[in-house]
């Protein structure tokens, strides 16, 4: 037995020295191994949050591209109220992104925050048929109805579905699909450009079809059938995010975050107001007053990194103007393609089937803005090509709602026809829906310039570190855009006494709002025309030595 077990034991020992000579000689293989596992695994992960994102897109627009229809005719809205319904949900959907990063730093976690968002999300988006069903069609027997909703129960479910939404698509994109899980780190201008570009092309597709589907199907298909189709588009997304949800959680590299920035500012304000007689000479910001050194709480780095974005807040601020003008898409054009001629060749066209017609132009200049790029945007750009596609751009909105006021003086003067829009008989302005795509146009040609444009300035311009808080900045200002179009509105209808947005299109006067709206967005361009110079030199140098 003694001599058994050594011959064991010697083979064994020869077994592993092989094993390890074979290893020694080919190191190549197990790695080679690993490197597919794991490029596999990245590939997967992509996919899943590519199709993420357009379900959660899908969801988004199946809500938004007939709420102001289904406000007006089925809740018994005015017109601008409805507009502000609209708009406030969109800003809120944009707003929801940020308070969800911050739930997720600082007190659920990520994990745990996304699987609340998606019960919100399913539970607004499940919530939203009941407000649509038509409970007066179903019978129990022949002479009772089915227990109808009051309008009053109606707007309480409605409001109270739209926020459970919004803070879901919030969670969604803050945590699952935000564009720092795309590795954008490494990469320079030019790609970061393109990137964007594609980035957008592809959401607008992905909006393309939804405008063009849901909107058939709730208008004139099966209208109160039509909210289950973001109810469903959910689904798939839960489905997808359940199959790795251990994979697909982006976790964020640690470092400035957007608690600490607010408390910078927070910090020196403080500073500032209470030892307002002790100030130094020696300082060049006031929110150096933040600094350690100057009796604040927070480092050299903190301070100055929140001071690099601070030099981008007037960039921020004159995107707030342009916002409100994309958000005439689903709003005031809304309500003048509802109110004209959907009749083409015996075929009603859906009301927010028009937006795709905005979507288009964007659709074709993304591959020539491409070609453009390639020979005009080199690697050591400093952002001028970038800066003259926002002012081109903003300058297309503010045309494309000037067009869009001569394009409602021309229509009120056609006249008055029937038309019916979710089984209800309107009175509309016989002049054809096809006379306002110049406007849809115009604002298509805008978002293809500046989105992108906005958003590599944002991510560019500022160190890696601070680049997520940048695009979390950029966003606030974006939805405060669609808060300041609602409060436009509102402005508008309680100063005129509704003569501005009006209930009746051809008895106000909404071409005034247009022109008033575009007068105030050329002036916006002008200021954003006058800092944009410094802005890109002064950010850019700085960014260039803390990166």
Not at 49 to 78: A, Q, S
Not at 195 to 203: A, G, M, S, T
Not at 245 to 261: A, N
Request: aromatic fraction near 12%; include cysteine.
């Amino acid at each position: 037995m003694p001599d058994a077990d050594r011959r064991d034991m010697q083979e064994k020992q020869l077994l592993n020295h092989t094993s390890h000579e074979a290893q020694r000689l080919l190191p190549g293989r197990s790695n080679h191994a690993g490197n597919l596992s794991q490029s596999e695994k990245k590939l997967q992960e992509a996919i899943c949050v590519l199709l993420v994102e357009l379900c959660e897109r899908f969801t988004f627009f199946g809500i938004v591209c007939n709420m102001i229809l289904f406000c007006t005719v089925k809740l018994g809205y005015r017109n601008y109220q409805a507009a502000i319904v609209n708009m406030c949900f969109v800003g809120t959907s944009m707003l929801t992104p940020v308070l969800a990063a911050w739930l997720a730093e600082c007190l659920v976690g990520r994990i745990k925050l996304v699987c609340i968002c998606m019960f919100l999300h399913f539970l607004g988006t499940a919530l939203l048929p009941v407000v649509a069903f038509p409970f007066e069609d179903i019978y129990i027997d022949r002479r009772h109805i089915l227990h109808t909703l009051t309008k009053r129960e109606q707007k309480i479910v409605f409001y109270f579905a739209l926020l459970t939404a919004s803070l879901g698509i919030g969670g969604i994109r803050a945590i699952v699909c935000p564009l720092s899980a795309y590795n954008l780190e490494d990469c320079g201008p030019k790609d970061l450009l393109s990137f964007f570009n594609w980035f957008y092309w592809l959401v607008n597709l992905n909006s393309a079809v939804v405008f063009v589907s849901i909107s058939y199907i709730q208008q004139s298909v099966a209208r109160n059938l039509g909210f289950l189709i973001p109810f469903v588009s959910m689904l798939m997304a839960m489905i997808t995010i359940h199959m790795v949800r251990g994979e697909m959680i982006y976790k964020p590299k640690t470092g400035s975050s957007l608690m600490t920035t607010f408390g910078v500012i927070t910090s020196a304000l403080k500073t500032c107001c209470v030892r307002y007689r002790y100030f130094s000479g020696g300082m060049t910001n006031w929110l150096d007053h933040a600094k350690e050194n100057y009796g604040g709480q927070y480092s050299e780095t903190q301070v100055e990194s929140t001071k690099l974005l601070a030099r981008l807040f007037p960039f921020f601020a004159f995107q707030i103007l342009y916002r409100t003008c994309i958000m005439q898409i689903p709003s005031g054009y809304y309500l003048q393609t509802m109110n004209s001629n959907l009749h083409f060749s015996g075929f009603v066209l859906p009301v927010a089937a028009m937006n795709v017609i905005s979507i288009v132009p964007l659709l074709i200049l993304v591959p020539i803005l491409e070609c453009i790029n390639s020979y005009l945007f080199s690697s050591k750009d400093t952002g001028h090509s970038t800066t003259i596609y926002i002012v081109v751009g903003q300058l297309s909105a503010a045309l494309s709602v000037m067009v869009a006021g001569f394009s409602e003086i021309h229509r009120k003067h056609f006249p008055q026809v029937e038309q019916t829009l979710s089984e209800e008989v309107l009175l509309v302005s016989s002049m054809p829906c096809f006379h306002l795509a110049p406007q849809y146009i115009l604002l298509g040609v805008a978002e293809a310039l500046v989105t992108p444009s906005c958003s590599l300035l944002s991510f560019r311009l500022v160190p890696e570190r601070i680049r997520g808080i940048s695009m979390h900045f950029l966003t606030l200002f974006n939805g405060a855009g669609c808060f300041m179009g609602a409060f436009i509105v509102q402005t508008a209808h309680a100063g005129t006494q509704g003569n501005w947005f009006p209930h009746k299109l051809h008895e106000g006067k909404l071409e005034r709002f247009f022109f008033f709206l575009a007068s105030l967005t050329i002036v916006n361009t002008l200021g954003f025309w006058t800092i944009a110079h410094s802005l890109r030199w002064s950010v850019y140098l700085t960014a260039i030595s803390h990166a």
